[in-house]
Nanobody, 121 residues
Framework: QVQLVESGGGLVQAGGSLRLSCAAS????????MGWFRQAPGKEREFVAT????????GYSDSVKGRFTISRDNAKNTVYLQMNSLKPEDTAVYYC??????????????WGQGTQVTVSS
């Protein structure tokens, strides 16, 4: 079982930056592929970024590529999402998620409660 707690959300002006953090419980963090998702009001939850347990290039949605960077610190059991050049359309609740151990597919088994990001124009 993995518990995830996001932090770092808030209100920022367009063009600004925020860094989200997601702290994970347990001793197996390094074996989990981690992801960030978001859900805007009235819209379905969408994929934002993923970073694999096994290394290699992270994956991003086209809407954030070049602006957002996902990273992880296995020693701190934490995954980050650095968000630059924020736009009003980035406004959403951002969720951290983890796949099962040693998985690199598209199914996320564990989810955090989410953190609100609001970008004003």
């Amino acid at each position: 079982q993995v518990q995830l707690v996001e932090s770092g959300g808030g209100l920022v002006q367009a063009g600004g930056s925020l860094r989200l953090s997601c702290a994970a419980s347990g001793r197996t963090f390094s074996s989990h592929t981690m992801g960030w998702f978001r859900q805007a009001p009235g819209k379905e939850r969408e994929f934002v970024a993923t970073i694999y347990w096994s290394g290699g290039a992270p994956g991003y949605s086209d809407s954030v590529k070049g602006r957002f960077t996902i990273s992880r610190d296995n020693a701190k059991n934490t995954v980050y999402l650095q968000m630059n050049s924020l736009k009003p359309e980035d406004t959403a609740v951002y969720y951290c998620a983890a796949q099962g151990p040693y998985k690199s597919g598209s199914t996320y088994a564990y989810w955090g409660q989410g953190t609100q990001v609001t970008v004003s124009s």
